[in-house]
């Protein structure tokens, strides 16, 4: 924090012996430039803007936007109003306004009219300002996302696009402060990355973790949409491993959150207790899980599967004996699916409990865990103390390393919490327990563990749009899902035609208005 304090004095003195001439010029006074903040004020009062713009300029991500129109904004308000005036104050940093400080005799026009003077002018601001309030939506209010996994189904299925709410557990502030607007970790296209990290430039920038105030506590069996938090993928669209990445660009997951700070969770037979009780999932949840499946004669049709079954997560034969394995699989699926003529046999593919599975958390040779026995874990609450064992010291490693930033380790059988014996230890903020629904295809906490607050994105609460991949034509749409909320008792319910409505009805006022005016 000092750091960057110290970093953001030294960038005030930078601007302040850039532009103090300019200051003067404009009827202030030159030492206003130096004051932090309130030059900021008397700078938009030059360049003829108003005050809110300060939150542009602090806002992380939109700053970025904003910073390089006021560098414009300013040589302008000094009649430098050329194409060629434009592109030196962008392409030098803003160091251009030092060249008009030291170097010229510039004119301050007080009243300069800051609308554009062409139409190409009008097209590039309405762009900027267009690219900037929906910076700010998708930052702070609602993001899309995009279902690519069949984890969740049947609640969320394959190409649901959603929007994501970042309010409701409280936005973050971007931590990453020099990024692409409206992107995540890669650009699209041009598959590049879409951001600077502290490796590149250290202190500017990556900003502390802050979030916003937000409507409510994640509650349990919520889907909330995180950030990965083992991932070290340079980009989605390539498979390197072990590369920084800072918490805000790591790949966005949905998982349910099944298991919230201070409960005690243990996974039997696939299924999820908490504190000792069987956790009992809302009515549109379905659990799926794997099966094998042994075929009397015939081979099993992806088509049948989809239409009269529902089962639409892959499958395949894995032996000589065209045993298939049907990697997800509801109940209500299951029931029908047990009297197909072709069905043989059908058996639930369960790992047996105390077989270890080296793939599952914490990955330690102590703990013979698996997908389907689990646990049982303690899920860490804020400000809770517990002690920490030679026993669960795997389990809670990596919180106290990674996540909360201490070192520890085991010497002698002790517990050495940086650099000094400490075998208690307090969590600094919640963690979380997010599974799949599709329990016998998810790669969830299971896998790494627990989810810290600072990693959640926000909460997914509607779908705007489904494709089926597997469908042709006009059923390639599930109309249905359309415009349906995510959470919620019973079926879901599509509001697209109230949507179409609203609509139709905007689109009757707008053209009586019109003809009103005439």
Same mark, same amino acid.
């Given at each position: 924090?000092?750091?960057? &304090?110290?970093? &953001? ?21 030159? %030492? ?20 809110? %713009? ?14 390089? =129109? ?22 030098? &940093? ?19 009219? =800051? ?5 190409? @002018? ?50 973050? /502030? ?130 049948v599967m989809i239409n009269n079954y529902d089962i639409t997560d892959r499958f395949g034969p894995i032996n000589n004996n065209y045993t298939y394995k049907f990697m997800g699989i509801s109940d209500k699926s299951l029931d029908k699916l047990k009297n197909h003529t072709n069905v043989q046999w059908i058996k639930k593919d369960t790992t047996p409990k105390g077989i270890k599975d080296s793939s /599952? ?46 070192? =520890? ?30 329990? @016998? ?6 896998? %790494? ?11 997914? =609460?509607?779908? %705007? ?7 042709? @034509? ?26 179409? @409505? &609203? ?16």
């Open positions: 924090m000092n750091d960057l &304090l110290n970093l &953001l004095l030294i960038i005030n003195f930078i601007h302040g012996i850039g532009t103090w001439k300019l200051y003067s010029l404009s009827g202030n006074k030159s %030492w206003q430039s130096f004051i932090p903040v309130y030059n900021i004020f008397i700078l938009l009062k030059i360049i003829n803007r108003p005050w809110w %713009w300060i939150f542009m300029i602090i806002l992380p991500v939109i700053n970025v936007i904003i910073i390089p =129109v006021i560098w414009v904004e300013l040589s302008r308000s000094f009649k430098k109003n050329t194409y060629t005036d434009t592109f030196f104050s962008v392409i030098t &940093l803003g160091t251009y306004n030092y060249y008009l400080n030291y170097f010229t005799k510039p004119e301050y026009v007080k009243s300069r009219d =800051v609308n554009p003077k062409s139409s190409n @002018g009008e097209w590039v601001s309405s762009i900027i300002f267009a690219v900037i309030a929906a910076t700010f939506v998708h930052t702070y209010f609602m993001q899309p996302y995009t279902i690519p996994t069949s984890s969740l189904e049947k609640s969320l299925l394959v190409g649901d696009f959603l929007f994501v709410s970042k309010f409701h557990y409280g936005a973050r /502030v971007p931590m990453t402060t020099i990024a692409a607007p409206m992107v995540h970790d890669t650009i699209p296209i041009i598959k590049r990355k879409s951001y600077l990290n502290k490796e590149q430039l250290p202190i500017i920038t990556e900003l502390p973790y802050l979030r916003l105030p937000g409507l409510q506590k994640i509650k349990r069996n919520e889907i909330v949409c995180f950030n990965w938090p083992v991932d070290t993928f340079k980009n989605m669209y390539f498979t390197d491993k072990y590369y920084y990445k800072p918490i805000d660009k790591k790949t966005n997951y949905v998982k349910r959150a099944v298991g919230i700070a201070g409960d005690t969770l243990e996974v039997i037979n696939g299924y999820v207790y908490i504190n000792g009780e069987k956790n009992q999932l809302p009515e549109r949840a379905k659990l799926q899980f794997s099966y094998l499946v042994q075929p009397k004669k015939n081979k099993f049709n992806q088509k /599952v958390f914490p990955h330690n040779k102590n703990y013979n865990w698996n997908n389907d026995f689990f646990g049982p874990v303690y899920i860490p609450k804020k400000n809770a103390t517990i002690e920490i064992t030679k026993e669960n010291y795997p389990i809670y490693r990596r919180i106290i390393e990674v996540y909360e930033q201490n070192s =520890v380790k085991i010497v002698e059988n002790k517990i050495i919490i940086n650099d000094s014996e400490d075998n208690k230890y307090t969590f600094k903020q919640d963690y979380f327990w997010l599974m799949g629904d599709n329990r @016998g295809n998810s790669q969830d906490s299971r896998s %790494w563990g627990f989810v810290p607050f600072d990693h959640v994105v926000g909460k997914p =609460v509607f779908k %705007w749009l489904s494709i089926d991949y597997n469908a042709k @034509g006009f059923n390639k749409i599930r109309w249905d899902r359309m415009f349906t909320t995510v959470h919620g008792e019973g079926a879901p319910t599509s509001y697209f035609l109230h949507f179409i @409505g &609203l609509i139709l009805l905007w689109n009757v006022i707008s053209y009586f208005r019109r003809n009103k005016q005439k």
